[in-house]
């Protein structure tokens, strides 16, 4: 799967949505999430590891490893 950020009319929203469950997909988070600046930045930043381990670019962490963060 390939994970897009996009930025689109508010009004546009509920027909972009469609479309996209039409085909597959998911919404992982919107505007009306209130995410903050960090907090996007956080979830952008956590995609491209996930899409990395997925590439075999990437070692995952252990779960130990979690709880020494």
């Known amino acids: 799967m390939t994970t897009l950020t996009i930025e689109i009319p508010d009004r546009e929203m509920a027909e972009f ?3 996209i469950k ?3 997909g ?6 009306t999430d209130d995410l903050s600046k ?5 979830l ?3 995609l491209k590891e996930a899409e ?3 590439a075999g670019k990437l070692k995952p962490l252990r ?5 020494d963060e």
């Not at 998911?26 to 505007?31: G, L, Q, R, T, Y």
């Not at 779960?63 to 709880?67: A, E, H, V």
């Open 26 to 31: 998911h919404i992982i988070a919107d505007s």
């Open 22 to 24: 039409k085909k597959g």
């Open 63 to 67: 779960f130990d490893d979690l709880w």
């Open 44 to 46: 952008t930043q956590s």
């Open 52 to 54: 990395l381990i997925q």
């Open 17 to 19: 949505s469609k479309i």
């Open 38 to 42: 960090s907090e996007h930045i956080s």
